[in-house]
């Protein structure tokens, strides 16, 4: 879920053998670019001031801009842990279609807590995955003058926004491929994004939403609690033997912690996970939301996440009879580590006739 997400998902999915407001850091592909959109309005009727957001292209637009595909990013990853998976070959093929990786509000390159000038840390209004969507939305039409998506998709909180966009605009893209994402926070979820908030919320320098220097100590703790639900039980037994503990847990405390604003754009961002229902949202059951759709939809779930529940993607998925891949791997919510979706996410952006409902067993369990 966190950008150390970006490490696993590496070695399984890579298996496959300038308008108005808009500022680039750089015009060559793949650069790192940023755009202005002014203030950004919220769901909740606040805004985000001079709002930037952050944004990486690859391949070429054709004439008729049919071919465009939006990935953003999954919690506090940005685009740059995503460009491996672009490319001629890879998951997205460059060849055939022009790419645009998002960084989503709060991951600290895109207007955040930790780096608003205007809203600095808990001051940073509260945003929602809608607002995620709505940000890039204005990012393709604003600013690279794109209608209309060939696709949608992302991983995690990306798949998150895959289906918010399918709901919210079904007419905006043909084919939306959720992975490891959910159109409902579970009360499961729900409550390991508390914990981690309250956990981070304890750590003494916090200082009731006014920090007063290193985050540290609970930034450190919510790591542990966040890789303890990253991977099922059976897995962390047979990686980690009881005598190697100890290296384990130092190298996740050496790897993790942060300042005010880390622990700022931490929060924000899990807030818009607890809080995302797509059924309410639209005053819906899921079925009812799911029927809004008017893309080719590809769900893909792990069966042993421990992090994004999946029953509602799966049930999302058969009100409207998508098919749902289904990856049964200890390895939870970095299946992808264990089994390689690459290809069949391939496939579905060439033809979505070619995708089935089926099951990826884990080779190694």
């Given amino acids: 879920m966190t950008r150390r997400l970006f490490f696993t998902l590496l070695v399984a999915l890579l298996c496959l053998s300038g308008a108005r407001n808009a500022r680039a850091q750089s015009g060559a592909q793949g650069a790192q670019q940023i755009a202005s959109l002014g203030d950004l309005k919220l769901q909740n009727g606040d805004a985000i001031r001079d709002f930037l957001i952050g944004y990486r292209t690859f391949g070429t637009l054709n004439s008729d801009k049919s071919n465009a595909i939006l990935w953003p990013t999954w919690l506090g990853g940005r ?5 491996p998976f672009v490319g001629p070959g890879r998951v997205v093929d460059t060849t055939k279609y022009f790419v645009i990786l998002v960084d989503s509000i709060g991951n600290g390159l895109t207007t955040s807590p930790s780096n608003s000038k205007a809203q600095r840390w808990m001051s940073f209004p509260k945003f929602t995955i809608r607002d995620m969507v709505e940000s890039e939305r204005r990012l393709l039409t604003e600013v690279l003058q794109i209608k209309h998506l060939h696709a949608v998709m992302g991983v995690s909180m990306g798949g998150m926004q895959a289906f918010e966009w399918a709901v919210a605009y079904p007419d905006l893209m043909d084919e939306a491929i959720p992975m490891l994402g959910s159109p409902q926070s579970t009360s499961f979820d729900k409550l390991l994004w508390t914990v981690e908030i309250d956990v981070v919320e304890l750590d003494p320098a916090w200082n009731h939403g006014h920090p007063t220097g290193s985050m540290d100590r609970g930034l450190r703790a919510a790591e542990e609690i966040d890789s303890m639900n990253l991977f099922t039980p059976e897995y962390r037994v047979k990686q980690t033997a009881a005598s190697e503990f100890g290296p384990f847990v130092e190298k996740l405390r050496q790897n993790a912690g942060g300042d005010a604003g880390t622990a700022s754009d931490f929060i924000r961002q899990r807030e818009a996970i607890i809080a995302f229902d797509l059924p309410k949202e639209f005053g ?6 799911a029927r809004r759709l008017r893309a080719k939809l590809l769900v893909i779930v792990a069966g042993q996440d421990h992090m994004v529940n999946p029953a509602p993607a799966v049930r999302f998925a058969s009100a409207i009879g998508a098919p749902v891949v ?11 580590r264990c089994v390689s979706v690459g290809p069949t996410v391939a496939s579905f952006l060439d033809d979505p006739s070619s995708a089935k409902t089926l099951t990826f067993d884990d080779p190694n369990p």
């Fill in 326 to 336: 289904t990856v049964d791997s200890p390895c939870g919510h970095e299946s992808f």
């Fill in 79 to 83: 685009t740059e842990d995503l460009v």
């Fill in 284 to 289: 819906a059951t899921m079925e009812q939301a």
